[in-house]
Nanobody, 121 residues
Framework: QVQLVESGGGLVQPGGSLRLSCAAS????????MGWYRQAPGNQRELVAD???????NYADSAKGRFTISRDNAKNTVDLQMNNLKPEDTAVYYC???????????????WGQGTQVTVSS
């Protein structure tokens, strides 16, 4: 079994900062990529940022220059540092990981339950 648990969401004022964390646990052989997605009411879930096991990163245009994604391969964790938050960043943020549970099992996509981020004055 594989489980992803997010933490760090909350209510902040515009211009403020939050740091989201996600930890993967369970039967894990390897993790290829980890990322953060978000979904606002009425919208599709969209990519915010992701990172490979080698450290290559990718950001949505709306996140560039404000958000930073990082991971610790030894601890199976991924963080998202969010600075200069804007009201349009308000959404439920979900952690995602591409995981091979065992050497003989193909890679699968796993999701956390999500954490609410609200940016409001």
């Amino acid at each position: 079994q594989v489980q992803l648990v997010e933490s760090g969401g909350g209510l902040v004022q515009p211009g403020g900062s939050l740091r989201l964390s996600c930890a993967a646990s369970g039967t894990i052989f390897s993790i290829s990529a980890m990322g953060w997605y978000r979904q606002a009411p009425g919208n599709q879930r969209e990519l915010v940022a992701d990172i490979t096991s080698g450290g290559s990163t990718n950001y949505a245009d709306s996140a560039k220059g404000r958000f930073t994604i990082s991971r610790d391969n030894a601890k199976n964790t991924v963080d998202l540092q969010m600075n200069n938050l804007k009201p349009e960043d308000t959404a439920v943020y979900y952690c995602n990981a591409q995981i091979v549970p065992r050497a003989t099992i193909h890679i699968g996509s796993y999701w956390g339950q999500g954490t609410q981020v609200t940016v409001s004055s």
